[in-house]
């Protein structure tokens, strides 16, 4: 966002764009809402978007296009080889990362999964600054292991490290010398670490990552999904970086890394995926995958109305209004949560703003998924939908126990353009009433476990009549109010 000053003295995130299609929303009353919280088996991924006020689940995918996005679909070029728009993608592609080749898929899970399937064998390790939920099941799938090396900042809710996703570069070293370099087909940066809060990394420490790895001649490969909101955290909290333009951070970066993928459900603000390959080798090895996993090398599983949105979004990446709303956003609700002694995690990432369930349900045993149950607990006070990121988003040990998470996070995204200052006061306010009653708040216990990915569509019940009593209250204290 520009450099606008209000003459209050207040400083609110101000919108540089303005709002030209809409949605109606509706708000069900709070008994409806106990109750379909419980037909979703209390799983916000179950719930119907027509049941849902504030669908702060995520940003993949949901972010609002722009008029010039909408307006370059019409222009997508249609067939199944060698389509315009392709060329359109991958040209965009090469003038972003300086890479000569580019694969297409159809989403950023697709690209983690033909990556994993080319590079790992079996008793492999890829390290990485955190994992992503989708990146180490394929990586485990494979019987590979995941290896996190973030810096002990990035696993504390709050303190004042600008860059809680950075590695730890000693460990990262340590970690070599003891597996070898020949059991390690590539290293992992994740930009906007999203399972911690969507931290940022430095440049700098992008460029001791890739000292490392070329020292020891190990592959580096950037998880760019959420490069725009890391770009603007380097922007605003790299010194070196200040005055520089976005273009610039996108090159220093892009020239570390061999191969640079992404959800185009974020980074692009559409739909879709990719693959930018640096050497000719590395595309050899992947591009049989794409045929038979995603589709034909010129659209591997995208629509091509959503590629050429994609062409336009990357573009958008590079403007400094677009890719500041969602961090000023975010900032603006974790500040305010904390003025109001709401536990948050601190500084603000990118994403969403995350709000530290361990704290908040205190009482409430990480056995019993603390950051699942206020999940829960919001959608009833609220109508907000927010995204466990916690216990349940991990998979369990080899030996069926469970795989405690560091961090026990309720996410609450904050899709691009989505929302209005308005919305968002509200969403803090329910969260603020939900704290002042987080007493009422109980567990959940599992009742449908799946074994891979069981956040997305297990199914679990109240430990006890805690959401009864929730409602109870509400009443109470909001009388007729929805
Ligand atoms: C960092 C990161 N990597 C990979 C993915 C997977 O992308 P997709 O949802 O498009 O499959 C995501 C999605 O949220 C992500 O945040």
Redo the contacts with the bound molecule.
């Keep these: 966002m520009a450099n606008v000053k209000f003459h209050s003295g207040r400083q609110l995130p101000l919108e540089m764009h303005k709002v030209r299609i809409v949605q109606k929303l509706f708000l069900p009353p709070v008994e409806a809402r106990l109750r379909l919280m419980n037909e979703a088996g209390n799983n916000t991924f179950l719930l119907q978007n027509k049941d849902v006020f504030m669908d702060m689940l995520t940003d993949?995918g949901v972010n609002a296009m722009s008029d010039l996005q909408q307006s370059a679909m019409l222009r997508a070029d249609d067939a199944y080889a060698g389509s315009e728009t392709y060329n359109r993608l991958a040209a965009k592609v090469r003038e972003l990362f300086h890479m000569d080749y580019f694969l297409p898929a159809h989403?950023?899970?697709a690209a983690?999964n033909v990556l994993a399937t080319a590079y790992l064998k079996p008793g492999d390790v890829v390290p990485m600054n955190f994992h992503?939920t989708?990146?180490k099941a394929h990586i485990t799938r494979l019987g590979g292991a995941v290896e996190e090396l973030i810096v002990k900042e990035g696993l504390e809710a709050v303190n004042d490290c600008p860059f809680k996703g950075n590695f730890d570069i000693p460990r990262l070293e340590a970690l070599i010398g003891k597996v070898g370099a020949e059991k390690i087909p590539f290293v992992r940066v994740?930009a906007g670490t999203?399972l911690v809060g969507g931290q940022p990394l430095s440049l700098q420490n992008m460029r001791e990552v890739a000292a490392v790895c070329n020292r020891h001649g190990i592959k580096l490969v950037l998880?760019a999904?959420?490069l725009q909101d890391n770009l603007w955290f380097i922007k605003q909290r790299e010194p070196e970086c200040r005055d520089w333009p976005i273009r610039r951070i996108v090159d220093e970066v892009a020239k570390l890394f061999d191969i640079i993928y992404f959800?185009a459900?974020?980074l692009g603000f559409a739909r879709g995926?990719g693959i930018a390959i640096r050497d000719k080798a590395d595309e050899v090895r992947m591009k049989e995958l794409i045929p038979l996993y995603e589709g034909f090398l010129t659209y591997g599983g995208m629509s091509v109305r959503e590629m050429e949105a994609i062409v336009v979004g990357l573009d958008e990446t590079l403007d400094e209004d677009v890719i500041s709303q969602g961090p000023q956003f975010i900032e603006y609700m974790a500040g305010e949560l904390h003025r109001r002694g709401v536990p948050v995690v601190l500084p603000a990432g990118g994403l969403g703003c995350h709000i530290n369930a361990t704290a908040f349900l205190d009482h409430i045993p990480q056995s019993q998924y603390p950051a699942g149950a206020l999940a829960a607990a919001l959608y009833i006070a609220g109508g907000i939908r927010g995204m466990e990121r916690g216990t349940l988003s991990e998979q369990r040990n080899e030996d069926g126990s469970e795989r405690f998470a560091e961090l026990e996070l309720l996410r609450l995204a904050m899709p691009r353009r989505v929302y209005t200052l308005s919305q968002v006061e509200y969403a803090i306010d329910r969260v603020q009433w939900l704290y002042e009653n987080r007493r009422l708040v109980g567990g959940l216990t599992f009742v449908e476990e799946p074994s891979v990915l069981r956040f997305f569509f297990g199914r679990l019940a109240p430990v006890g009549d805690w959401q009864e009593k929730l409602v109870a209250k509400f009443r109470a204290d909001f009388g007729d109010s929805l």
């Design positions: 993949s989403q950023g899970r983690e992503f989708t990146t994740e999203n998880d999904s959420l959800s459900r974020k995926g």
